[in-house]
């Protein structure tokens, strides 16, 4: 499995940014995809996550109505839209595989077994 994220960046607050993941490998209709942060110093954080199957979307209480999670299978692509972005958003995104957990919240970092490198957002 391998994940590559992109779009990260610096922006103003209530700027938008808009992260792209690409996923190869071994990814199955059953896995979910998911956006963790992690800004310096603090833990992880699963901000947005969806099952592959039927696109089923939950997103952490930060940053619900603001970012949009969405995916496009045929091209093995997940994308994170970040809409008014507030300073406390500065992190790294990670895009993240959880391939099994069975019913656990897809929120839960600890089930994630595949990362990409980490792209850094900025907001100030």
């Known amino acids: 499995v391998q994940l590559v994220e992109s779009g990260g960046g610096s922006v103003q607050t209530g700027g938008s940014l808009r992260l792209s993941c690409s996923a190869s490998?071994?990814?199955?209709?059953?896995?979910?995809l998911g956006w963790v942060r992690q800004p310096p110093g603090k833990e992880r954080e699963v901000v947005a996550a969806?099952?592959?199957?039927?696109?089923?979307?939950y997103y952490a209480d930060s940053v619900k109505g603001r970012f949009t999670i969405s995916q496009d299978i045929a091209k093995n692509m997940v994308y994170l839209q970040m809409d008014s972005l507030k300073p406390e958003d500065t992190a790294m995104y990670y895009c993240a595989l959880r391939t099994g957990g069975g019913s656990s919240s897809p929120l839960m970092s600890s089930l994630y077994d595949y990362w990409g490198q980490g792209t850094q957002v900025t907001v100030s």
């Open positions: 490998g071994n990814i199955y209709h059953h896995h979910y």
């Open positions: 969806i099952f592959r199957a039927g696109g089923i979307t």
